[in-house]
């Protein structure tokens, strides 16, 4: 199987663990990374910011409409949830989901239902069970899941929560999802 886009979500914790995840990446990444991570409403780039001091792959936030390019990390923004499109995102202003928006859980169907086989979906450190039901979905379209090992998370409800409603994703390490991540078979001629 070859793959498109890899999907993250993370809340509590995310910030060392996102840095952690990326500078485990090559700078030939072959796909696009969607990032998810909850923050205040009123948040302002400092997170895009802080995750390009760590990669040479180009990291931005997403605005709406915009095209997805391969190797590149996308960051949701604040207060928005974050759709996947076939090779572009959209954004929206739909009531927040378990309090959250943007919601892990709407990105990661968005991207299930788009790519199908083609997602993977990756739940990391967080205090609360988004992602888990996405998880879910991608892995019922046929995608890939890793999930960080509840143990090494900062907080490990997420990651509990999202391996206990995807018992067949592959439980690892945050240095070993990014080893994973580098070597996944990409499509063929495609950017998103």
């Given at each position: 199987m070859a793959y498109?886009?890899?999907?993250?979500?993370?809340?509590?914790?995310?910030?060392?663990?996102?840095?952690?995840?990326?500078?485990g990446l090559p700078a030939s990444l072959g796909l696009p990374l969607v990032v998810v991570q909850h923050r205040h409403r009123q948040s302002d780039h400092l997170l895009t910011t802080l995750l390009q001091d760590e990669t040479s792959l180009c990291v931005c936030e997403v605005e709406d409409k915009a095209p997805m390019t391969a190797g590149n990390v996308y960051v949701a923004p604040a207060d928005y949830h974050l759709l996947v499109e076939n090779g572009f995102f959209s954004l929206s202003t739909d009531e927040p989901v378990r309090y959250s928006r943007p919601s892990i859980d709407v990105t990661f169907q968005s991207a299930a239902d788009t790519y199908g086989a083609r997602a993977v979906g990756v739940v990391l450190t967080g205090a609360n069970a988004d992602g888990s039901q996405g998880l879910r979905r991608i892995v019922s379209r046929g995608g890939l899941a890793y999930v960080q090992v509840p143990e090494t998370a900062e907080s490990p409800t997420m990651p509990q929560?999202?391996?206990?409603?995807v018992p067949e994703a592959r439980v690892l390490t945050i240095s070993e999802i990014a080893a994973a991540i580098s070597t996944l078979p990409v499509v063929a001629g495609k950017t998103a």
């Amino acid at each position: 199987m070859a793959y498109e886009i890899v999907v993250v979500g993370t809340s509590w914790g995310g910030l060392s663990a996102l840095r952690e995840l990326i500078v485990g990446l090559p700078a030939s990444l072959g796909l696009p990374l969607v990032v998810v991570q909850h923050r205040h409403r009123q948040s302002d780039h400092l997170l895009t910011t802080l995750l390009q001091d760590e990669t040479s792959l180009c990291v931005c936030e997403v605005e709406d409409k915009a095209p997805m390019t391969a190797g590149n990390v996308y960051v949701a923004p604040a207060d928005y949830h974050l759709l996947v499109e076939n090779g572009f995102f959209s954004l929206s202003t739909d009531e927040p989901v378990r309090y959250s928006r943007p919601s892990i859980d709407v990105t990661f169907q968005s991207a299930a239902d788009t790519y199908g086989a083609r997602a993977v979906g990756v739940v990391l450190t967080g205090a609360n069970a988004d992602g888990s039901q996405g998880l879910r979905r991608i892995v019922s379209r046929g995608g890939l899941a890793y999930v960080q090992v509840p143990e090494t998370a900062e907080s490990p409800t997420m990651p509990q929560a999202a391996k206990d409603a995807v018992p067949e994703a592959r439980v690892l390490t945050i240095s070993e999802i990014a080893a994973a991540i580098s070597t996944l078979p990409v499509v063929a001629g495609k950017t998103a």
